[in-house]
């Protein structure tokens, strides 16, 4: 369990291979200091991601302003964005599987044919 403020639900795992992620960026940019490690950064990317906490109450809890959470938060999600395949990897994938669950969310809306609700 990873605590600030509140607490997250992801392993320390999480944390440490996330911090390790940004590090990377950080050092091909030679950026000399900031105002949170890549530890905490990766800890508020966390925070933002899996409980949904807004920027100001990132700002607040991390001592830092809403701009630095935004920014922070943008380069965390673009290093978990290179570590997603294309699209074209996955389409390869699927194609050598038996078969393939996609996940969805079913929304309710107003539409009603036949008595009988869309989702």
């Known amino acids: ?23 990377v960026p950080r050092g091909e940019i030679g950026t000399r200091w900031r ?17 949904g906490d807004t920027y ?3 700002a607040a809890g991390f001592g ?3 701009a630095t959470v935004y920014r922070y938060i943008r380069e965390a999600v ?3 964005a290179g570590l997603a395949p294309t699209l074209a990897e ?13 996940d969805g969310t079913l929304l309710p809306i107003d539409r009603i044919a036949a008595d009988r609700p869309f989702c």
Do not use: N, W
Not at 35 to 51: D, I, N, P
């Open 1 to 23: 369990m990873l605590v600030y403020p509140s607490s997250i639900d992801l392993s320390s795992r999480t944390l440490r291979c996330l911090t390790g992620r940004l590090a």
């Open 56 to 58: 100001a109450q990132l």
């Open 78 to 80: 673009e290093v978990l």
């Open 35 to 51: 105002r949170l490690t890549a530890g905490r950064q990766a800890l508020l990317a966390l925070a933002h991601l899996r409980c």
């Open 90 to 102: 996955v389409m390869h994938i699927a194609r050598t599987k038996a078969f393939v669950i996609l």
């Open 64 to 66: 830092i302003g809403i």
